[in-house]
């Protein structure tokens, strides 16, 4: 059964912190994204990986980094959080889209972070 | 880059009731659409995909249509129950990149 971690379900920061939000995957998976879920705009992707060190800018990149120094942990941080980042984060681990089954495409999901910036 | 429009934004039907979710997107070559259910409080899960070369594809009780040329792709739930409940989201995937639709909040009436 795959599983997405996410280091925190709740969090609470005060304007201009630095935060990091955590993703650990157990399949293996090469690729990983990071959404910010907020009510009535859908899943919005902030940055992906396709491997190690790798990253892409996702739609909504702007205030945003990454880090993946090891396949299994994808990082997101709030270089100086703002009160407009107050969100729910989810993220997210597939395998890459070319191998040989189109069903490893899916993503998994981890429960989500709800980040509240004061 | 890929657009993806869904609708409605909310669904109510009573219980045994179809329910119909639609969605568009733009960018031809999209090739592969999932779509998720999300619980209240739960991550999002995978109920149902499709591929570009296939037009639909049933499981029990939900079904997806696609049709490449008009670019658009829908959920149907038939007979629904209080545990079809949750919020939908549609995706097109491309290289495997996912863009999501907004989402449908689905609640059926018992």
């Known amino acids: 059964d795959v599983k997405v971690t996410q280091s925190s379900r709740y969090l609470v920061k005060r304007t201009g912190e630095k935060v990091f939000l955590e993703c650990v995957q157990d399949?293996?998976?090469?690729?990983m994204f990071w959404y910010r879920q907020d009510p009535g705009l859908g899943l919005r992707l902030i940055y992906f990986?396709?491997?190690?060190?790798?990253?892409e800018k996702g739609d909504i990149p702007e205030g945003y980094s990454v880090s993946r120094e090891k396949k299994e942990r994808f990082s997101l941080i709030l270089e100086s959080a703002s009160t407009n980042q107050t969100s729910m984060y989810l993220c997210?681990?597939?395998?890459?889209?070319?191998?040989?089954?189109?069903?490893?495409?899916?993503?998994?999901f981890g429960a989500g972070t709800r980040l509240s910036v004061l | 880059g890929e657009n993806v429009e869904q609708h409605p934004s909310t669904l109510s039907v009573q219980e045994g009731d179809s329910a119909v979710i639609k969605c568009t997107y733009s960018?031809?070559?999209?090739?592969?659409f999932p779509w998720y259910k999300q619980e209240l409080g739960k991550r999002p899960q995978l109920i149902i995909d499709?591929?570009?070369?296939?037009g639909e594809k049933k499981d029990q009780r939900i079904a997806v249509t696609l049709n490449k040329t008009a670019k658009h792709f829908s959920l149907h739930i038939t007979e629904t129950q209080p545990e079809d409940s949750a919020v939908y989201f549609c995706?097109?995937?491309?290289?495997?990149?996912?863009?999501f639709g907004d989402g449908t909040t689905l609640t059926v009436k018992p």
């Open positions: 997210a681990s597939s395998f890459p889209p070319f191998t040989g089954s189109y069903a490893k495409n899916i993503q998994y």
């Open positions: 399949m293996d998976h090469e690729n």
């Open positions: 990986s396709y491997d190690v060190k790798m990253k």
């Open positions: 960018d031809s070559a999209s090739n592969y």
């Open positions: 499709i591929r570009s070369n296939v």
């Open positions: 995706a097109a995937t491309n290289a495997g990149k996912s863009t």
